[in-house]
């Protein structure tokens, strides 16, 4: 049933040797990959505070939450640790669209021996938890009543999931492991940047043995990214000019001014489209521009006139000195 050959870690590896990090720590690891384990990312840069409580979860078992705004590359960062360490992992978006019955599992009608019989087919959860697997929640603030229920269930103390319809207990394999991650600090949609979040409830927060924020990344981890990403870019200035507007776009997204900002994902696509169309303003518009409520895209359009120094059509300045131009007319 499972293509996994080995179901417990059987090496160590060196935090400093494979995270980069500064310290002496070694963690358990597996030494071969299965098809679950993600493909490494070498551009990959790991914060070190949230790598050393992502590496706690794996290696000493604790539930750990990785919360902060999107993009900031909390999913991935997950995925990135398993992928360093071989431990095979399945994330699980609980957007809107997941219901308690993809968790679970439910009876599904099957033809055997000419017959339509009833079959109960296993959802994620039990599939997983029969793994040496890391199952991700992944925007755990955004799961439906049902789901969060379940995943109640999972975070009991001992971890036991009961499938209640078939009378079975199932007992997590002693290599699985669960992770999620937040846009909110479990607070909702408080500050009215996250629309369809629900109150993460208390008794379940309390459930999550660590929580770690992961921020946006220094500047120049960030430029190192986009170069990386996008390895015909060498205009280094650029790149730093880019990831000024982003930042213009993440401070005032925080103040409340905007309701779109610009993500590493963003600057990453920006910087593909720029090598596509080899016109910087052309690519803004297509990767960024374009997906911003028309009501805010001249105050925009001002943070990359402030750092290019050159104006797009959508600008206040270009608007008013058009306006003046056509009356002189
Ligand atoms: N530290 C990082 N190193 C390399 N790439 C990153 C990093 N953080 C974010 N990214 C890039 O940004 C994208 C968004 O990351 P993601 O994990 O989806 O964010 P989140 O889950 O926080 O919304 C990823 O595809 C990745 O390419
Ligand atoms: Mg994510």
Not at 76 to 103: F, K, M, Y
Not at 240 to 249: E, L
Not at 291 to 311: S, Y
């Amino acid at each position: 049933m499972s293509d996994i050959t080995i179901d417990k870690p059987d090496i160590m590896l060196s935090v400093r040797d494979v995270f980069g990090i500064d310290s002496n720590l070694k963690v358990p690891a597996f030494s071969q990959r299965d098809s679950h384990v993600p493909d490494i990312d070498n551009a990959y840069q790991f914060n070190p505070e949230v790598t050393l409580a992502i590496l706690a979860g794996f290696f000493r078992d604790r539930r750990v939450m990785v919360q902060g705004l999107h993009g900031t590359g909390k999913s991935t960062h997950i995925e990135q640790v398993a992928a360093r360490l071989n431990w095979p992992c399945v994330r699980v978006n609980l957007d809107g669209h997941i219901s308690r019955l993809d968790l679970v599992g439910k009876d599904t009608i099957v033809l055997r021996d000419g017959k339509q019989i009833t079959q109960f087919q296993e959802g994620i959860v039990p599939w997983a938890l029969r793994r040496p697997t890391a199952l991700i929640f992944d925007e755990i603030d955004a799961g439906r009543p049902d789901v969060m229920f379940v995943i109640q269930r999972i975070l009991e103390r001992d971890g036991k999931f009961t499938l209640l319809d078939q009378n079975e207990v199932i007992e997590p394999h002693p290599q699985f492991r669960l992770f999620a991650t937040s846009n909110t600090v479990g607070l909702g949609n408080s500050n009215g940047l996250y629309h369809g979040t629900q109150m993460v409830n208390q008794a379940q927060m309390d459930r999550w043995n660590i929580v770690t924020t992961l921020n946006y990344l220094p500047t120049n981890d960030e430029v190192k990214i986009v170069m990386a990403r996008v390895p015909t870019l060498n205009d280094e200035q650029q790149v730093r000019s880019m990831i000024a507007v982003a930042d213009m776009t993440r401070s005032s997204f925080a103040a409340g001014d905007i309701s779109t900002l610009m993500s590493p994902r963003t600057v990453i696509s920006w910087a593909e489209n720029n090598e596509i169309f080899q016109d910087i303003a052309v690519a803004f518009r297509l990767s960024f521009l374009n997906k911003c409520d028309e009501a805010e895209r001249p105050i925009i359009a001002e943070f990359f006139q402030r750092c290019f120094d050159q104006e797009l059509t959508e600008s206040w300045a270009h608007q008013a000195a058009k306006v003046m131009a056509d009356g002189q007319l």
